[in-house]
């Protein structure tokens, strides 16, 4: 993963012990406070949340345990590779688009983040300037030219 996808999974697991956990305690605690808990809705609501919040927890420490952050800024953008940045011409259109290759955590389409497992990335690795990319994706073929690599921080 980026070391931008590495802080922002750290940011999250930081607000989630610091600021959800304890949140979630105290709610679990007032649900108790209003007796049987057996039918308390607002009890069970608490501890549905707890549960999700301690299973996001989990993945996270998991996927920071495993993860292996790759800094490649310091490489020449000559080629698409992971972190970088590229523009593409979609040859049908006409139209640009601009997506970084980042981990699978990482990845958010909407947002131009693509991940390095994605058809389109597999297929854009390696890529120079200039060159032309076939690929299938759900909505059909698409063909790509390559406009621009770059590096952004």
Known sequence: MTRQGHDQLSEELRRLKGVERPAISAAIGRAREHGDISENAEYDAAKEKQAMIEARIRQIEDRLARAEVVDASGQPPDVVRFGT?????????????????????????????????????????????????????????????????RFDS
Do not use: F, M, N
């Open 85 to 149: 940045t590229v523009v593409l011409e979609d040859l049908d259109t006409g139209d640009e688009v601009t997506y970084r290759i980042v981990g699978e955590d990482e990845a958010d389409v909407s947002r131009g983040l693509l991940s390095v497992s994605s058809p389109v990335a597999r297929a854009l690795i390696g890529k120079r300037i200039e060159d032309q990319v076939k690929v299938v994706v759900p909505k059909g073929k698409r063909e790509y030219e390559v406009r621009d690599i």
